[in-house]
C-alpha cells in the first residue's frame, strides 16, 4: 500500500516535498514512479527511481526542478518539486514497480498540488 502526503497551494516559483509511504517489507524491491493528472488531461508520468535506486528518470518539464529520491530505511519515497509553475498543478500519484516501470502494481490514492499564478 502506498499513501502520498505534502501537497497543497503554493504560489509560483515556490516548493513542495511529497511524499509517498510504503507498508511492506518489500519495499526496495520496487521501483518508485510518481505521476500526475491535470484537470482535463490524461495521466502523465513524471519521475521515477528504479529499485536498486542506481538510475532516475524526470520528463522534460521538470527536469532540472524535481528531484525524486527514496529512503529505504523508513519506506518512504520522496519528490521534491522546486520552481513550481501553474502548468504544474495536477493530482499526483506515486506508484510501484516490480519490473522496473513495465508495469505499476501498487498505486496510491493522490495528492493534489495547486501553483497558483
Known amino acids: 500500500q502506498l499513501v502520498e502526503s505534502g501537497g497543497g497551494l503554493v504560489q509560483a516559483g515556490g516548493s513542495l516535498r511529497l511524499s509517498c509511504a510504503a507498508s511492506g517489507s518489500t519495499f526496495e524491491k520496487y521501483a518508485i514512479g510518481w505521476f500526475r493528472q491535470a484537470p482535463g488531461k490524461e495521466r502523465e508520468g513524471v519521475s521515477c527511481?528504479?529499485?536498486?535506486?542506481?538510475?532516475?528518470y524526470y520528463i522534460d518539464s521538470v527536469k532540472g526542478r524535481f528531484t525524486i529520491s527514496r529512503d529505504t530505511t523508513n519506506h518512504i519515497s520522496y519528490l521534491q518539486m522546486n520552481s513550481l509553475e501553474p502548468e504544474d498543478t495536477a493530482i499526483y500519484y506515486c506508484?510501484?514497480?516490480?519490473?522496473?516501470?513495465?508495469?505499476?502494481?501498487?498505486w496510491g490514492q493522490g495528492t493534489l498540488v495547486t501553483v497558483s499564478s
Open positions: 506508484a510501484g514497480s516490480q519490473s522496473d516501470g513495465r508495469r505499476w502494481e501498487l
Open positions: 527511481i528504479t529499485s536498486n535506486d542506481v538510475n532516475t
